[in-house]
């Protein structure tokens, strides 16, 4: 029995975006420790980084769009994100102390789950927990979690069946 193309398509796409979210996480991850331009990395990412790797994806099954929108949307509006994932974490914690692919994180699925509404607030969450994994075995993917359950709360209410002021 052969699959559907609509389907096969389908899970084409979610590779891409599950590929762009990691590769958007590490090249905000580069711009913050290096200081590096978006454009550079964005290019560095689409055209080299990804290519020829063994048992890698290949920068042509990268979401290209989605990339792009994450990295830049992050870089653009990261003060807005950092207030927003500061008051989703204990007091005793802060943003410039968390480990910097952990803000790189937070920081990217604060920026989707704000900006683009189509994306299920449990499908971003998942995502990120998924990425944090591929970093971490300790408690940073369950800080992952927390924290994006809380800013889900506040962006997403509605959508994950709350009433506005619950």
Do not use: C
């Not at 449990?122 to 809380?150: C, H, M, Q, S, T």
Request: charged share 30%; no cysteine.
């Amino acid at each position: 029995m052969s699959k559907k193309p609509g389907k096969a398509n389908a899970a084409k796409g979610r590779v891409g975006t599950s590929a762009a979210r990691l590769a958007a996480v590490q090249g905000l991850y580069e711009i913050d420790l290096t200081g590096a331009h978006v454009d550079a990395i964005l290019m560095d990412y689409l055209h080299d980084r990804w290519s020829g790797l063994d048992g890698h994806t290949t920068g042509d099954t990268i979401d290209r769009k989605k990339l792009a929108d994450l990295v830049r949307g992050v870089v653009a509006k990261k003060s807005f994100y950092d207030d927003m994932i500061s008051k989703s974490l204990d007091r005793d914690r802060s943003v410039e102390g968390l480990d910097a692919i952990l803000r790189a994180i937070l920081r990217t699925a604060a920026h989707e789950m704000f900006s683009d509404p189509k994306v299920p607030a449990r499908v971003v969450i998942n995502e990120y927990v998924e990425i944090a994994r591929d970093f971490y075995e300790d408690k940073e993917p369950a800080l992952v979690n927390g924290v994006l359950d809380k800013i889900a709360h506040v962006l997403r209410a509605e959508e994950l069946g709350e009433r506005s002021g619950e």
